[in-house]
């Protein structure tokens, strides 16, 4: 009869997959075939060929934990046996770090937990995923397995690569970080800890994903001559130079020997690691007690996971002192006695000056501290007004709506940024008896452009010419964005591929260039692509945030003086229009008569200006309350207007910003205020049509920013205008105190006082501008399915072209986003608006665009005295910023990837939606214009290509010349 002696192990976890070790006597009794094990009823499956005294098998999966009998089953006849197995609560991940690894991997992960010393055979398992895998969903114990092997089908297919981990206790089992091959950096990775019969994924119970990173490289000790001996001098640091350090392993988990010796690890960075040697030279180790000469000296070794770089030979240095003799230590002696008086002559100058600059210091350190103080209190107070002011207009825009302009205005500002008017606005410019006929000839151009092969043929051979400029470029890439506008799926086509040409010239030479400026014409069609699928997202999410971040400034910037003429403002973000001198003046209200309903109905509005204000500014700012429901090209221009006021019944008295009452000063004539004409507060105006006997010299445009002096007619002399500061005058210093040195940088320095108010202005603004930077960075609500899709794509070209460095990859997305088409509507919501953007808006406008720019950045920005003001005003939010934008790719790159049927699905709406809003036939009359222009050179590049021979591109091409230019062909 069978006897059992042994059964091994006495427990494991309820979800089997232990393999069990029965020894005994007899155990093949009958045939082996017939033998099956059981533990209770669950059965255990034989794994092991059975001898007489030992068998194998693995548990099942039991439905409950307990203590159940292990019985032997001979055919029909059963054997139970005195041995019991102890069925344990499953095994439970609660966490797991570190979540990063280096290629070679050795990096020791601790996977904490409760019921870990049940397992028998625990395995870290990575494998690599094709980038358009569909994630499963994250579960948090994913699945049971039959085989530890694989975890699940969609896995089994991928490169995986295995560690065996160890058990430390029942809450902690250790692993090492399988070694991976690298080329497959940048696949996606899927980790799971495999737990006997369990699996559970890394991302279900971590919160970030397990990531591979480059291998650390170290250089040797002697970079030039590796070979040599490195000589150490005792009490100081080693150094050592390398790249990719500190991305996956931290200076605690580096081991540094020198030959039995250790060199504690002090410092460890992207590109450096600080150890401090032994006092005393070790010796090279057990392998080498009989070494001689240069063979005993120690190694210098260091230890990262798997990898270990053997860097070269240490050998001390002694400290013995070499004999000096006496005249050199006289001369030494007298040198230093030299140097001991200079350096005391110096110091006693440097402290005389020293006390002098803190008097100064002091001086202008109390009225900064009043500035600062009074600009807490400034900062609340007005921000507060502003907010009231805002929630006044967000009540206006609840009727009026935001004036968003209609897709044709938008698209047509976006892609013609330069031109005063777009030239899709032109009719055809042929002769009406041959219109029918180049009509006909575009609609050949049209589907001519629908051949893939020769639209990049076309575009290339346009780019390789030396006339061909970055303003053609531009111009072309908006043309085709119009005539492709039918056709997105297919223009998107089109981008990709010209964009892999791209890749492909950049990563030759410095791919962290690419996309950084508008070079090429692929460029451009981004720009263009990125406006047409977002327009949608900034009307239903982004425009809100970035309107009220307008209206904020330009009430905020209106609130105080503006110079008319150099266009300094005293409330602004920019330093270089900031006005730096103390103007008085005095708010005003003024009656303006406004019509109602009736015709000859007429109301009073109360509306808030300045008494410095010229007569423009001030019809400006009555204009915009007037008609504050209205978008700015259905208002009234303020050119066409005179403002007049009233007094009594028949006092009128239209006031402009120059007339016979200007006050003039040798060559400066000063533009008219308020102030001048003394309106007094509660005065009534009127805005009222302007009649050619009333203009006056305020048609002139007053350009704020304008350095040079605006000149009127050649026979008053060359009378320059002025407003609040004279522009070219610069403050002239008394005589007793020009040729002090030290004085003349304090009469330039005091008016840096008045950059307080940019600190005001920036606490006021602050709210404004981090509402609209979270909108645009913020994964919370769905990201704009092109953005994902245009990512992925940048992610897929990265791993093809072996582009590990997430710093390109992360400088490839700034430069197609937030350059390309962020920092254009930030910088301009004109192309989205209609509203008009005087200067000293944009003034600020660009502060806050070069701020968020910034922000997208890797590089870190070294501040210091010198460093232009709006960077320093931004200083400690920039890295706030920084984290937002990263934290934004990164929650992209996790989500579900957008598949090209998507994609075009969406692109196909968009053209359906938009296609008749463009002029297609002027655009593709304007690109025959460069057709025509380089005509040999594209019929050569046509008739060179094999390809482009058999598909009669050139005899096409030659059919539409005829066609629209008569041109003269072969044909």
């Given at each position: 009869n069978p006897f059992l002696v042994a059964v091994a192990p006495e427990r494991g976890p309820k979800a089997g997959g232990t393999t069990l070790n029965i020894t005994g006597r007899n155990l093949r009794t009958g045939r082996p075939s017939d033998l099956t094990i059981t533990v209770g009823v669950v059965p255990c499956r034989i794994v092991s060929e059975v001898q007489s005294s030992s068998v194998q098998c693995v548990t099942g999966s039991s439905n409950s934990t307990g203590i159940y009998r292990v019985i032997l089953h001979f055919g029909s006849d059963k054997y139970s046996s005195d041995y019991f197995y102890n069925y344990t609560h499953n095994p439970y991940i609660s966490h797991a770090l570190p979540d990063k690894s280096f290629v070679n991997g050795g990096r020791l992960i601790s996977v904490f937990g409760r019921n870990l010393d049940v397992v028998q055979n625990p395995q870290m398992v990575v494998s690599f995923l094709p980038h358009k895998a569909v994630r499963r969903t994250r579960q948090r114990l994913t699945r049971m397995v039959p085989d530890p092997v694989c975890c699940s089908g969609s896995l089994c297919a991928a490169q995986q690569f295995k560690e065996r981990c160890e058990v430390n206790s029942s809450s902690l089992v250790l692993c090492r970080s399988p070694m991976v091959n690298s080329s497959l950096l940048g696949s996606k990775v899927t980790v799971q800890v495999v737990l006997d019969n369990l699996c559970f994924d890394f991302s279900s119970f971590s919160s970030q994903t397990f990531s591979y990173e480059p291998n650390p490289v170290l250089q040797p000790l002697n970079k030039k001559e590796p070979l040599k001996v490195y000589h150490y001098n005792p009490g100081s640091f080693i150094q050592l130079e390398g790249d990719n350090l500190d991305l996956a392993i931290t200076k605690e988990e580096v081991v540094v020997l020198i030959g039995e010796g250790v060199c504690a690890v002090k410092t460890l960075t992207r590109n450096h690691l600080y150890c401090e040697p032994p006092p005393q030279q070790p010796l090279p180790g057990p392998t080498c007690r009989k070494c001689e000469g240069f063979d005993y000296l120690p190694e210098f070794i260091v230890q990262m996971g798997n990898l270990n770089f053997s860097l070269g030979k240490v050998q001390y240095d002694d400290l013995s002192l070499s004999v000096f003799p006496l005249e050199a230590q006289i001369g030494v002696g007298v040198g230093a006695s030299l140097v001991v008086?200079?350096?005391?002559?110096?110091?006693?100058?440097?402290?005389?000056?020293?006390?002098?600059?803190?008097?100064?210091?002091?001086?202008?350190?109390?009225?900064?501290?009043?500035?600062?103080?009074?600009?807490?209190?400034?900062?609340?107070?007005?921000?507060?007004d502003l907010m009231t002011e805002m929630m006044d207009m967000s009540s206006d825009l609840v009727g009026s709506g935001i004036p968003f302009l209609d897709y044709r205005m938008y698209a047509e500002r976006i892609f013609?940024?330069?031109?005063?008017?777009?030239?899709?606005?032109?009719?055809?410019?042929?002769?009406?008896?041959?219109?029918?006929?180049?009509?006909?000839?575009?609609?050949?151009?049209?589907?001519?452009?629908?051949?893939?092969?020769?639209?990049?043929?076309?575009?290339?051979?346009?780019?390789?010419?030396?006339?061909?400029?970055?303003r053609d470029r531009a111009y072309v890439a908006s043309l085709l964005t119009v005539a492709l506008?039918?056709?997105?799926?297919?223009?998107?086509?089109?981008?990709?591929?010209?964009?892999?040409?791209?890749?492909?010239?950049?990563?030759?030479?410095?791919?962290?260039?690419?996309?950084?400026?508008?070079?090429?014409?692929?460029?451009?069609?981004?720009?263009?692509?990125?406006?047409?699928?977002?327009?949608?997202?900034?009307?239903?999410?982004?425009?809100?945030?970035?309107?009220?971040?307008?209206?904020?400034?330009?009430?905020?910037?209106?609130?105080?003086?503006?110079?008319?003429?150099?266009?300094?403002?005293?409330?602004?973000?920019?330093?270089?229009?900031?006005?730096?001198e103390d103007v008085e003046y005095k708010t005003l209200t003024l009656n303006v008569l406004v019509q109602s309903g009736g015709v000859n109905e007429t109301q009073l509005l109360p509306i808030k200006v300045l008494d410095c204000d010229t007569i423009t500014q001030v019809k400006e700012k009555l204009l915009d309350q007037v008609y504050k429901g209205t978008s700015f090209s259905h208002?009234?221009?303020?050119?066409?207007?005179?403002?007049?006021?009233?007094?009594?019944?028949?006092?009128?008295?239209?006031?402009?910003?120059?007339?016979?009452?200007?006050?003039?000063?040798?060559?400066?004539?000063?533009?008219?205020?308020?102030?001048?004409?003394?309106?007094?507060?509660?005065?009534?105006?009127?805005?009222?049509?302007?009649?050619?006997?009333?203009?006056?010299?305020?048609?002139?445009?007053?350009?704020?920013?304008?350095?040079?002096?605006?000149?009127?007619?050649?026979?008053?002399g060359g009378v320059?205008?002025?407003?609040?500061?004279?522009?070219?005058?610069?403050?002239?210093?008394?005589?007793?105190?020009?040729?002090?040195?030290?004085?003349?940088?304090?009469?330039?320095?005091?008016?840096?006082?008045?950059?307080?108010?940019?600190?005001?202005?920036?606490?006021?603004?602050?709210?404004?501008?981090?509402?609209?930077?979270?909108?645009?960075?913020?994964?919370?609500?769905?990201?704009?399915?092109?953005?994902?899709?245009?990512?992925?794509?940048?992610?897929?070209?990265?791993?093809?072209?072996?582009?590990?460095?997430?710093?390109?990859?992360?400088?490839w997305k700034t430069n197609s986003l937030p350059l390309r088409f962020w920092i254009n509507i930030l910088k301009n919501p004109q192309f989205i608006f209609d509203v008009q953007v005087s200067d000293h808006v944009d003034a600020v406008l660009s502060v806050i665009t070069q701020t968020?720019?910034?922000?997208?950045?890797?590089?870190?920005?070294?501040?210091?005295?010198?460093?232009?003001?709006?960077?320093?005003?931004?200083?400690?939010?920039?890295?706030?910023?920084?984290?937002?934008?990263?934290?934004?790719?990164?929650?992209?790159?996790?989500?579900?990837?957008?598949?090209?049927?998507?994609?075009?699905?969406?692109?196909?709406?968009?053209?359906?939606?938009?296609?008749?809003?463009?002029?297609?036939?002027?655009?593709?009359?304007?690109?025959?214009?460069?057709?025509n222009k380089y005509y040999d050179q594209i019929i050569t590049a046509l008739e060179e290509d094999t390809t482009a021979q058999k598909m009669q591109l050139g005899y096409r091409l030659q059919q539409i010349a005829a066609a629209v230019e008569n041109k003269v062909t072969d044909l």
């Open positions: 008086l200079l350096v005391l002559i110096v110091v006693l100058i440097y402290r005389r000056k020293s006390k002098q600059a803190l008097k100064d210091y002091k001086k202008v350190q109390i009225q900064l501290e009043n500035l600062e103080t009074n600009v807490r209190d400034r900062c609340k107070k007005e921000f507060t013609f940024p330069g031109h005063r008017e777009s030239p899709l606005r032109r009719d055809l410019d042929v002769q009406e008896c041959r219109r029918q006929t180049v009509e006909q000839g575009l609609v050949q151009l049209s589907n001519l452009l629908n051949s893939k092969l020769f639209l990049t043929k076309f575009i290339h051979t346009l780019e390789s010419q030396r006339t061909f400029s970055p506008h039918g056709k997105l799926e297919y223009f998107t086509d089109i981008l990709k591929t010209l964009l892999n040409d791209l890749v492909e010239q950049y990563v030759a030479k410095n791919p962290k260039l690419m996309l950084r400026r508008t070079e090429t014409v692929v460029e451009k069609l981004l720009t263009n692509w990125m406006s047409i699928c977002l327009y949608a997202f900034l009307r239903d999410s982004a425009g809100e945030s970035l309107y009220m971040l307008f209206r904020a400034i330009k009430h905020q910037v209106d609130k105080g003086p503006v110079d008319a003429v150099t266009g300094k403002a005293k409330y602004t973000l920019n330093d270089n229009r900031l006005l730096r208002r009234p221009h303020g050119n066409s207007l005179d403002l007049e006021w009233r007094s009594g019944v028949a006092g009128h008295l239209i006031l402009s910003d120059e007339d016979l009452t200007s006050v003039l000063q040798g060559n400066w004539k000063r533009l008219n205020t308020l102030q001048h004409y003394k309106v007094p507060d509660g005065a009534t105006v009127a805005l009222v049509p302007r009649h050619t006997k009333n203009i006056h010299y305020d048609s002139h445009d007053f350009l704020p920013g304008e350095k040079t002096p605006m000149l009127e007619d050649a026979d008053e320059k205008l002025w407003h609040l500061v004279k522009a070219s005058e610069e403050p002239e210093l008394p005589k007793h105190r020009r040729g002090s040195l030290r004085e003349r940088e304090r009469a330039k320095a005091i008016p840096e006082i008045y950059l307080t108010r940019l600190l005001s202005m920036k606490g006021t603004l602050q709210k404004f501008v981090d509402d609209l930077f979270t909108v645009i960075l913020s994964t919370s609500r769905p990201v704009p399915l092109s953005v994902k899709y245009f990512f992925d794509l940048l992610d897929d070209q990265a791993g093809q072209h072996c582009i590990t460095d997430s710093e390109t990859i992360h400088i968020f720019m910034d922000s997208c950045t890797t590089a870190e920005h070294k501040l210091g005295r010198d460093s232009p003001i709006n960077k320093l005003l931004y200083a400690r939010d920039i890295p706030r910023y920084k984290q937002m934008v990263e934290r934004y790719y990164a929650d992209i790159r996790q989500t579900i990837s957008a598949s090209d049927q998507e994609m075009n699905s969406a692109l196909a709406e968009l053209s359906r939606n938009y296609s008749g809003e463009l002029n297609y036939l002027v655009a593709l009359h304007e690109l025959y214009k460069y057709i």
